[in-house]
DNA sequence: TCTCTATATCTAAAAATATCAATATGAATT
DNA sequence: AATTCATATTGATATTTTTAGATATAGAGA
């Protein structure tokens, strides 16, 4: 399991787009369409849904959803041509804890 | 009491320095000599401290104070000639749970 | 008032980040 | 194998951040 490290979970989230990214996942049905394959509360959301959420480029979307997951906020998973992308909620709850001890 | 803005307070916090102030300021009596005015753990650390700890100039060192003032997270202080910054406990209790919920 | 001393602000340069278009990769299908 | 679709990576430019030096300001004391 990964451990978190404060200043780089603060460097990916200081981001208006990143932070509205894992935001918007927490609830995945009501921010993102249903997908033919991978239900996006189990599986997560494919990039492309994502993308269409922030507006950007599929280029930068798919950059920051990188980013994201280096700082251990997201976890991906390859399904056929598709990526998924959902919340790491563990590593989310522990950034948390860290962040009440250490902040 | 001002409101706390995830993103604002992410931003100020996504550099190791900023950081490391914050935190350093958590025991100030552990990080930042005494002061002939003004006690560290009351009255807070004087720009000259904090900028000796960090190793900047002492102008990127009053940016980024006044940097994590604007986000809420400290407090400062004028006394003669000096101005002194400690935490604002309350402003960073209130993020941390609004992180709980929201992040 | 003149001069220190501490801090803030302004200006400018260098470094990092944001962002997109183009291209590459990889899986599925014809 | 050629095509298509989704995503990742690369290359390039625009914007933001970092950072220091110079200057401004404000209080304390001679």
Excluded at 43 to 64: A, K, R
Aim: proline share 4%; glycine share 10%.
């Amino acid at each position: 399991m990964m451990s978190m490290n404060i200043l780089e979970a603060f460097k990916a989230l200081g981001n208006p787009t990143r932070l509205a990214i894992l935001q918007n996942l927490r609830e995945p049905e009501k921010h993102f369409p249903p997908q033919d394959e991978g239900d996006v509360n189990v599986d997560g959301v494919c990039v492309g849904s994502i993308q269409e959420g922030v507006g950007l480029s599929q280029s930068t979307t798919s950059t920051y959803l990188a980013s994201l997951q280096r700082a251990g906020l997201v976890t991906s998973k390859r399904m056929g041509g598709w990526t998924y992308y959902k919340r790491n909620e563990a590593n989310i709850k522990k950034l948390i804890e860290l962040l009440g001890k250490e902040l």
